[in-house]
Structure formats: structure tokens, C-alpha cells
């Protein structure tokens, strides 16, 4: 390269006008696409005093953002040495699930009870303590699930989660319940099993039965067909995507992923509608000391309607389970997962992956040739702390009788899952379970507490923040 054009370049790069160079193998020096670093705040319990098994969050459209987790019933950890932190499951116990609402950034949290008040149960005519999961609809309500093993309610927001006055008790029957949001007072009702698909319109108040569907976990609203098209996870390798709200569907096989333990296929969608599957393994229980743990990801091009090429992260030696994954503007993409380290199988911490180029870019290099890079992530310890010392159990809710007297390997207080989301400025946050708390006795809590976890620096998922409105009057106040 000629001085004064390498000169320039530098100057540039000074400057932030172009991005980092490489030297590729061809010894052609090409712009890089590599991720700002990411860091996260010091976690923080949204509540020490109550379970919160597999939590799950939603950003409501005057930017508050609420959390709503399992209530430990299945999740109870019964080494008796834990009997001492039974408060945390008895406290304020109404058989449904646990929310909680943040208006500062999740600095501070309110439990939510009835009609706003911060005890008590959420909704009058609604039941079940497990399997929560957040959606909201084009009019802005925000609705939630539970179960009893078998019954599964919906109830819904119309006050940006202060409240949830409106209940469906029985929805339909079946475990595993996932939610979509539709046009306003339309939500969409996944039951993974028996697998059935369901549709309301007026608020989730009654349903009616659609075709089966071949998704099987949480599905979105496909920002490219926003009043009628909705897009879905087909195990780990696939997705579907229907266009008239959910009478049929088109699959399309052929992530390629590589081993993934979780009980549900992982998906997001980004602003732009194309679509993100990761796969997270290498655990496979109590006994597992290998540090063989790979965590892989591909996209899914809606303007080619192809799958792209494997990529696997760059994580350290260790093992991995339970990955989750979001998306916000066209290309940015952040993923999560539990990671353990070599040397230390038992020590389990909530990892982050992020990536501004997630479908891969194509740069002009010096001599003017292109060249395609694939998604760079950067990866960070979000916890920095371990979330779990233990065994992890991986039989779902068999864990409970499955092992005996065999207590660590029968430990299930994390659930399932864990999840990540962004607020209203795109900053990233992680809302897990943590079982690192002491019971009153200073033995282990019969259940995790739900905590989390903010992005303190680094690339937003989100180019502009997204808009705001003012917070909705607490229902069924006219004024406020």
C-alpha cells in the first residue's frame, strides 16, 4: 500500500470513520467487522424473598420492563438441608406465577399483586404456578401464561404490566404453553403438549383452535407481515413461518447446529424479519467433567430464504446448556447460555455473545477486491460470578423423584431455561435464576431467586432508541 493511502487509513480509523483492518491470507489488507467489547453491571436480585424459576421479561411501550418467573412448586430442591429457606416458597403463595415490574432500568423492582398492590395474586380468575411466558399485541397489552400441569391461563396488562385485571383460568389444557402477540387484543396461544395452536381476539378472553402447527416453542409476530404472518422455531435446525395467521405454515429446515441441550428450540427474530437459531451443549449431568461444551449459531436470510453457514462462538473450555437468544435492529444479535470452565464442571455462570454483523458482511479491501466475513461475536462472563455450584438436573420436572435421596443430581431450582432481552435505549439484560443465596439456617434455598443481569458498555442492539409513550393510568382509573 502506498504511504499516504495507509496514512489515510489510519487516520480514518483514528477518526472512527472506518472500520479495524486485517491482513487476510492472500496478504490483502481488508476492513473487520469485529464487535465492541461488551460489559455488564454487578448482578442484582429482583426479589431475595421469593422463587424464580425460568424467568421471563417484557418491555412495555412506556419502557418499564417486568419479569414474571415460576413459583417453585416443581422446582423445589428437597435436600433437607434446604428446609430452612422454606419462606421463599410459602411467601405470599396464591398458585400462580411471580411478577415484577422496574421502571428505573431494573435498579428496582415491584412485585405485583392484585390490582397493583404488592402482595397477593395477580389476577382473580386466573391459576397455575409455572411455565410464564410474556407477549405483547400491537395495541400495546401485555399478556402472560401459567399452568397447573394440565390447565393453562392466560391473563393480560392494558397498564404496562402495573396490573392484571383480565383472566382466562383455562385457555386450553396441555403443558408448556408459549405466547405470540398479534394485532390489538389478538394473542396467539402455542400449547407444546399435546400440541395445539390457538387464536383470540379479544384480549384472550376466549380462544379458538387453528390448524396444529409444526413450531414447538416460543414464536414472534414476522415484523415483514405484521397483521398476519408469525414466525416459529422447528426443533434446533429449523424454523416455519406462517402467513395468514397460522392456517398453514412453510418450513425450512437446515441450521445445521451442532449438539444443544435444552427441552425447546431457540429463535429470534430481528427488526428487519430475518431470523437467528443458536445451539448450546456438552452437559449431560452430574457425573460430566469434560470440558467438551460448543455453542454454535446460524441466520436464516429472508431475501434468499436461506440458511447460512454454521458459526461456532468463541467460548472458553468448559461445558454449555440452555441457550436463549435475541435480536434488534436488521443484524444485531445477542445470544446466552449457561457455561461452566474447565477445572470447575460444578460452577455454572450466565454467558453473553453478541454480533453487529449477524448474517456476515462483505468488505471492500485495499486492491479492491471483497470478501465476506462471517457473524464475529464478542463473548463475556456476564455473571462474573457463578449462578449455580452444584449439578444441574436435566430430567425437567422427573427431577423431583427421579434421584432418590441423591439430592445434588435431582437439583432443578434453575428450571429449563433462562432468557435474554434489551430495554427501550438497547441495552442488553439477562434475567436468570440464582441459588447462590443462604437460607435463615445457612443451608442451601429450596428454590432460586430470580436475579438480574444489565449491559454497563458496549454496542446496543438497538442503532436508535426505540420510542416511548407515557405509562398507561393503573386500571380501571379514566385519568391519571
Given at each position: 500500500?502506498?504511504?499516504g493511502?495507509r496514512?489515510l487509513?489510519l487516520?480514518s480509523?483514528l477518526?472512527?470513520?472506518?472500520p479495524?483492518t486485517?491482513i487476510?491470507?492472500?496478504g ?6 469485529e464487535p465492541?467489547k461488551?460489559e455488564?453491571d ?6 431475595r424473598?421469593?422463587a ?6 417484557i418491555?412495555a411501550?412506556?419502557?418499564s420492563?417486568?419479569v414474571s ?6 422446582h ?5 438441608e434446604a428446609?430452612g429457606?422454606?419462606?421463599d ?7 400462580q406465577t411471580?411478577n415484577?415490574?422496574?421502571?428505573d ?5 415491584r412485585?405485583i399483586?392484585?390490582a397493583?398492590?404488592?402482595?397477593g395474586p ?8 409455572s411455565?410464564p411466558?410474556?407477549?405483547?399485541d400491537?395495541g400495546?397489552r401485555?399478556?402472560n401464561?401459567?399452568i397447573d ?7 393480560s396488562?392494558?397498564?404496562?404490566g402495573?396490573s ?6 383455562e385457555a386450553a389444557?396441555g ?6 402477540g398479534?394485532?390489538?387484543d389478538?394473542?396467539y396461544l402455542?400449547v407444546n403438549?399435546?400440541k395445539?395452536f390457538w387464536?383470540s381476539t ?21 415484523p415483514?407481515?405484521?397483521?398476519n404472518?408469525l414466525i416459529?422455531p422447528?426443533g434446533?435446525?429449523g424454523?416455519?413461518?406462517s402467513s395468514?395467521k397460522?392456517q398453514s405454515w412453510?418450513t425450512?429446515?437446515g441450521?445445521n447446529l451442532g ?5 425447546f428450540?431457540?429463535?429470534a427474530v ?6 437467528y ?5 456438552g452437559y ?5 467433567t469434560t470440558?467438551n461444551?460448543?455453542?454454535t449459531y446460524?441466520y436464516f436470510d429472508r431475501d434468499?430464504?436461506r440458511?447460512g453457514?454454521?458459526v461456532t462462538i468463541p467460548?472458553?473450555p ?6 436463549w437468544l435475541?435480536?434488534?435492529?436488521d443484524g444485531?444479535?445477542a445470544?446466552t447460555w ?7 464442571p460444578?460452577?455454572?455462570?450466565a454467558?453473553?455473545?453478541?454480533t ?19 457473524p ?6 456476564a455473571?462474573?460470578r457463578?449462578?449455580?455450584v452444584?449439578?444441574?438436573c436435566?430430567?425437567g420436572?422427573a ?6 435421596t ?7 431450582r434453575?428450571g429449563?431455561?433462562?432468557t ?9 439484560f439477562?434475567?436468570t435464576?440464582d441459588t447462590?443465596?443462604k ?6 434455598k429450596p428454590v432460586g431467586?430470580p ?11 438497538l442503532a436508535?432508541?426505540a420510542?416511548t409513550?407515557k405509562t ?9
Amino acid at each position: 500500500m502506498r504511504r499516504g493511502l495507509r496514512g489515510l487509513i489510519l487516520l480514518s480509523l483514528l477518526l472512527g470513520l472506518l472500520p479495524a483492518t486485517s491482513i487476510d491470507a492472500q496478504g490483502v489488507e481488508c476492513p473487520t467487522v469485529e464487535p465492541p467489547k461488551l460489559e455488564f453491571d454487578t448482578p442484582t436480585y429482583i426479589d431475595r424473598d421469593r422463587a424464580g424459576g425460568e424467568p421471563v421479561s417484557i418491555v412495555a411501550e412506556d419502557g418499564s420492563i417486568s419479569v414474571s418467573a415460576h413459583a417453585g412448586t416443581t422446582h423445589i430442591y428437597k435436600n433437607p438441608e434446604a428446609a430452612g429457606g422454606a419462606g421463599d416458597f410459602l411467601v405470599g403463595y396464591t398458585n400462580q406465577t411471580l411478577n415484577w415490574r422496574s421502571v428505573d432500568g431494573g435498579k428496582t423492582w415491584r412485585y405485583i399483586g392484585l390490582a397493583g398492590l404488592r402482595e397477593g395474586p395477580h389476577t382473580v380468575t386466573s391459576t397455575g404456578f409455572s411455565d410464564p411466558d410474556f407477549a405483547m399485541d400491537m395495541g400495546g397489552r401485555i399478556y402472560n401464561t401459567e399452568i397447573d400441569l394440565a390447565n393453562v391461563a392466560v391473563f393480560s396488562s392494558v397498564d404496562d404490566g402495573q396490573s392484571y385485571p383480565f383472566g382466562n383460568p383455562e385457555a386450553a389444557s396441555g403443558d408448556r404453553p408459549w405466547l405470540i402477540g398479534g394485532e390489538p387484543d389478538e394473542v396467539y396461544l402455542y400449547v407444546n403438549l399435546p400440541k395445539t395452536f390457538w387464536r383470540s381476539t379479544n384480549g384472550g378472553l376466549t380462544f379458538s383452535l387453528l390448524p396444529t402447527p409444526p413450531i414447538n416453542a416460543k414464536g414472534y409476530r414476522d415484523p415483514r407481515n405484521e397483521r398476519n404472518g408469525l414466525i416459529g422455531p422447528v426443533g434446533t435446525n429449523g424454523i416455519a413461518i406462517s402467513s395468514n395467521k397460522g392456517q398453514s405454515w412453510t418450513t425450512y429446515n437446515g441450521a445445521n447446529l451442532g449438539p444443544n441441550v435444552d427441552f425447546f428450540g431457540s429463535l429470534a427474530v430481528d427488526k428487519a424479519g430475518h431470523a437467528y437459531k443458536m445451539a448450546a451443549g456438552g452437559y449431560s449431568g452430574s457425573t460430566d467433567t469434560t470440558p467438551n461444551g460448543i455453542v454454535t449459531y446460524n441466520y436464516f436470510d429472508r431475501d434468499t430464504n436461506r440458511w447460512g453457514q454454521r458459526v461456532t462462538i468463541p467460548t472458553p473450555p468448559g461445558d454449555a446448556l440452555w441457550p436463549w437468544l435475541v435480536a434488534g435492529d436488521d443484524g444485531r444479535v445477542a445470544l446466552t447460555w449457561y457455561q461452566s470452565l474447565a477445572g470447575k464442571p460444578r460452577e455454572f455462570y450466565a454467558f453473553v455473545a453478541y454480533t453487529h454483523n449477524a448474517r456476515g458482511t462483505t468488505v471492500t479491501c485495499e486492491d479492491g477486491s471483497t470478501r465476506f466475513i462471517p457473524p464475529q461475536f464478542t463473548v463475556v462472563n456476564a455473571s462474573q460470578r457463578p449462578i449455580h455450584v452444584g449439578a444441574i438436573c436435566l430430567d425437567g420436572t422427573a427431577c423431583n423423584w427421579n434421584h432418590g435421596t441423591n439430592w445434588d443430581n435431582g437439583d432443578r431450582r434453575l428450571g429449563d431455561f433462562f432468557t435474554i432481552n434489551h430495554d427501550h435505549e438497547g441495552n442488553l439484560f439477562v434475567v436468570t435464576t440464582d441459588t447462590m443465596l443462604k437460607s435463615p439456617t445457612g443451608g442451601p434455598k429450596p428454590v432460586g431467586n430470580p436475579l438480574f443481569i444489565k449491559q454497563k458498555t458496549g454496542d446496543r442492539i438497538l442503532a436508535q432508541p426505540a420510542p416511548t409513550r407515557k405509562t398507561r393510568c393503573l386500571w380501571p382509573l379514566p385519568s391519571c
